[in-house]
């Protein structure tokens, strides 16, 4: 931990200073302290070139920036062995000067027309300058900074590798049963062997039981009984409580086992004395915004504007102060940015100009989990708008390439479609129907692999629509998969418990539409559906089971779901994680679809995906090629992400926010 940190002139004014400690703070204000002590010792008797000073227990690191005259001093308690100090007093100068480069020079220049003594200066500069003001926004800077730094040498402390600690009995075992050594070089006859094995398992018998002596002794107790000195017989292990078993019988369960083994519902008997915790169902700081009795759910944003803009801009400033340092011409891709080093001139852009750079795009895109079949697609069309263009200099040809890049991907990630899904529900309900009609709920169809969240992610979107007072059903047509049916039950249970506009619970807003396993799902949805009807519910969510896209059956089964039902809507729920396995499955699920339900005939003929929602999107932080990936393949937007394990975690995308994540470095 640091004690004191300071910025000063030369002449001796302090810029900004900060004391860790109030004992620090104490003596840096004293004649006494480190710091005077390393001006009037090291500083003005030209003893500049050792590494740190020591003084009265502290340790004294310093560094210059001669251009403004310019002193950064750190000092902390000599006996501490803190690795980051010469990192921080090298950032502390890079980002101290890139951010006050005008006002410093400026301040600098000041001091240089004043011909009156160095007191006289600081008391002029102290009336017409206001330090404090120019240097707003540091504090902050510095704190960032130096909480990186601290948090990286804990992470390095605990990588490093810890030396086991061999006791003194491990290390010289006994003599009886030491293996005995023989040189590498000669070999071994039978004997040898024979006698090295049968000590190999005379110390292996001997290790469980022994501490410091033979496990095999005996001591006598009580005149002539013996017992083994092993520590597991003189302390017996306590018995465990023994697992309540169950009764099975030769017969098939009864209604009333059944009911005995369901755990999915509340028994009257578990209700007493217990209540649900209803906050962990809900966070609240991820609630959306409710504006003229729509509630909607929260934008995603690549980053918080908070702490992580900060290190961003620290790692910005400090990233341009070493590009600055160094050769023009390093042949570096690190960054998007020195990709287009190397193309600036007059002449016009070529194939062969832009092909090392197109590769490094390539990789880059790849990175941020863009499948390759795409990402070579995107800088094919990069190139083509790049080619026969002129190049500039650096920071037209950087703007013009990223620029091209952006509108690629802006042209892709942006809707063909209207992603208003609440839109499109009201839409339908207030449409004018016939004396005889009667009116249709919107349906919606979640599908997808197995294991992506599906039932989760639909009871996001089930509390979406419950707050904007529409009345749910949920068909619960996951017949195959054992506990899908229960998992259901538990969401609309923990949804009915949520209340809405004031109300203290949501029951009547949300029920559950099942009819067990092993049935026909596209049996139940049109049950399902019919039942909404008759009952005054808005939205049908039907729930299905998860498929791998190359299971023909169950690809036909599908399809014949939505053939047979016509949804409104057909949502391909998928992971953020999925990388290249995007392009396939969503080709085939969309494919599938379109060809089995054409095959079927029905009022759902021919329909393919409308829309895709992608889970686990918090677990990728800015690597969300996948949405790039799963746009590309359909044309279909990217409706809602789920981001969160309440009901709460679901976000809208905007398409300049995902531009950005890609395009950040």
């Not at 992580?308 to 400033?317: A, G, L, P, S, Y």
Request: proline share 3%; aromatic share 6%; charged share 25%.
């Amino acid at each position: 931990m640091l004690d004191h940190c300071s910025i000063s002139h030369k002449g001796g004014l302090v810029l900004w200073s900060r004391s860790f400690t109030p004992e620090a703070a104490q003596l840096a204000s004293s004649p006494s302290s480190p710091v005077n002590f390393l001006i009037r010792e090291a500083l003005i008797e030209g003893r500049t070139t050792e590494e740190k000073y020591e003084k009265s227990g502290y340790a004294v690191k310093w560094t210059f920036f001669n251009d403004l005259e310019l002193i950064f001093v750190v000092a902390y308690q000599r006996i501490l062995q803190l690795a980051y100090v010469d990192e921080l007093l090298d950032s502390l100068k890079t980002l101290f000067v890139e951010m006050f480069r005008p006002f410093l020079t400026a301040f600098v220049a000041s001091l240089h027309t004043v011909n009156s003594g160095a007191a006289l200066a600081g008391e002029a500069l102290a009336s017409t300058w206001d330090i404090s003001k120019a240097l707003t926004g540091w504090d902050k800077t510095f704190d960032r900074l130096l909480s990186g730094l601290e948090a990286k040498d804990r992470s390095s402390r605990s990588r490093a590798p810890i030396k086991p600690v061999i006791s003194e009995e491990e290390a010289t075992p006994s003599s009886d049963d030491q293996i005995p050594s023989q040189p590498t070089d000669d070999p071994l006859d039978e004997q040898q062997i024979a006698r090295n094995v049968q000590a190999l398992k005379a110390r292996l018998r001997g290790r469980g039981g022994r501490r410091g002596g033979r496990g095999g002794g005996r001591v006598p107790v009580n005149g002539g009984e013996s017992v083994h000195s092993s520590d597991s017989e003189a302390a017996p292990k306590r018995k465990s409580k023994a697992k309540a078993q169950r009764k099975w019988g030769d017969e098939a369960p009864t209604d009333q086992d059944m009911q005995v083994l369901d755990y999915s519902t509340d028994k009257p008997e578990d209700r007493v004395g217990r209540s649900h915790d209803l906050a962990g169902l809900v966070d609240q700081n991820a609630l959306g915004t409710i504006k003229d009795g729509m509630y909607t759910v929260a934008d995603w944003e690549p980053s918080r504007k908070d702490d992580k803009d900060e290190d961003d801009k620290i790692q910005n400033i400090l990233q341009s102060a070493r590009n600055k340092k160094a050769d023009a011409d390093t042949g570096s891709l690190g960054t998007l940015g020195s990709l287009f080093a190397r193309l600036t001139g007059s002449k016009m852009f070529t194939e062969a100009d832009l092909k090392p750079v197109l590769e490094g795009m390539k990789q880059h895109l790849m990175k941020k989990n863009v499948a390759k079949e795409i990402a070579d697609k995107v800088c094919e069309g990069v190139g083509e708008n790049l080619l026969g263009k002129k190049a500039g200099s650096f920071q037209t040809t950087n703007a013009a390439v990223r620029l091209a890049l952006s509108n690629s991907l802006t042209r892709i990630l942006t809707p063909k479609t209207s992603t208003d899904l609440l839109l499109s529900i009201r839409t339908k309900l207030s449409s004018p129907l016939g004396s005889s009609q009667q009116r249709m709920p919107y349906s919606i169809t979640f599908v997808g692999v197995n294991g992506v969240g599906k039932s989760t992610n639909l009871s996001k979107v089930c509390f979406w629509l419950i707050q904007n007072g529409l009345r749910v059903l949920i068909a619960a047509c996951d017949t195959f998969r054992s506990g899908a049916v229960e998992q259901l039950r538990v969401h609309v249970r923990n949804l009915s418990m949520l209340g809405v506009n004031g109300a203290t619970d949501s029951k009547g807003r949300v029920e559950l539409f099942e009819r067990g396993y092993g049935k026909d799902a596209a049996g139940i949805a049109r049950e399902a559906i019919s039942f909404a009807k008759d009952n005054d519910f808005d939205v049908v969510l039907i729930d299905t089971a998860g498929r791998m896209q190359d299971n023909e059956p169950l690809m036909r089964a599908l399809a014949k779901l939505v053939s047979v039902n016509n949804p409104d809507k057909i949502i391909f729920v998928g992971e953020a994680l999925v990388g290249n396995e995007a392009v396939d499955q969503l080709t085939k699920f969309d494919r599938a679809l379109k060809d089995f339900s054409s095959a079927s005939g029905g009022m759902g003929k021919g329909r393919g995906i409308d829309g895709m929602l992608v889970t686990k999107w918090d677990t990728v932080d800015d690597k969300v090629g996948a949405a790039l990936s799963m746009t590309y393949v359909t044309g279909q937007p990217i409706i809602f992400v789920g981001c969160g394990q309440t009901y709460t975690d679901l976000r809208q995308l905007r398409v300049g926010n995902v531009v950005q994540a890609i395009l950040n470095d």
